[in-house]
């Protein structure tokens, strides 16, 4: 993780799921994450066979719509987002250990109370996950 992402982020390790932000503007962010096989996951889902479980790429997806938000100075440094909704999620491919998964997020609304997105998990060309997303925005 990158002094800049947990400058955008209130997340820590071992729940922090944002590597870096590539791009950011008012209507789209992209970023990336690297799963390594030290996640603390791997060690129950599944032993033998090793997935990123579906909610955790939701949550990457959802923390980088965050993080783009708050780089581009839409969200101010002190404001907390909690998830509200998660809906229309697709799971389409499996994510394994040593993948980099690309978030592809869409802001399709955004106000100082609520925060609604769509985005999409890449892994090389082939899409991995897909989901829309409200977050409630608070403060500390």
Request: with cysteine.
């Amino acid at each position: 993780m990158s002094d800049e992402i947990e400058a955008l982020l209130p997340h820590r390790a071992p729940f922090l799921f944002v590597d870096e932000i590539l791009s950011a503007d008012e209507k789209n962010i992209v970023a990336r994450r690297v799963f390594t096989e030290r996640e603390f996951f791997f060690a129950g889902h599944f032993p033998e066979y090793p997935v990123v479980p579906g909610v955790i790429l939701i949550e990457t997806m959802a923390q980088s719509g965050g993080a783009g938000l708050r780089k581009t100075g839409v969200l101010s440094g002190d404001s907390l987002f909690f998830l509200a909704s998660v809906d229309k999620v697709k799971f389409r491919r499996q994510v394994r250990p040593g993948e980099e998964v690309r978030s592809e997020i869409e802001n399709l609304r955004v106000s100082a109370k609520m925060i609604k997105q769509a985005g999409k998990a890449y892994v090389g060309g082939e899409l991995a996950a897909e989901a829309e997303w409200l977050c409630l925005v608070g403060s500390k």
